[in-house]
């Protein structure tokens, strides 16, 4: 039951921590990637 409820353990507090911080890292990644995209469009046009 316990695994089933990871908000409410304090124990898993640094794995939704990790999830958040990844998640943040896999939007920055992605957003990078559109700039570097854009700059190619732009030196091609």
């Not at 409820?5 to 507090?13: F, Y």
Request: aromatic residues 8%.
């Amino acid at each position: 039951m316990l695994k089933n409820n990871p908000i409410t353990t304090p124990k898993n507090i640094p794995a939704n921590i990790e999830f958040l911080i990844s998640v943040i890292l896999f939007i920055c990644v992605i957003g990078i990637c559109k700039i570097f995209y854009e700059i190619k469009d732009n030196k091609v046009s």
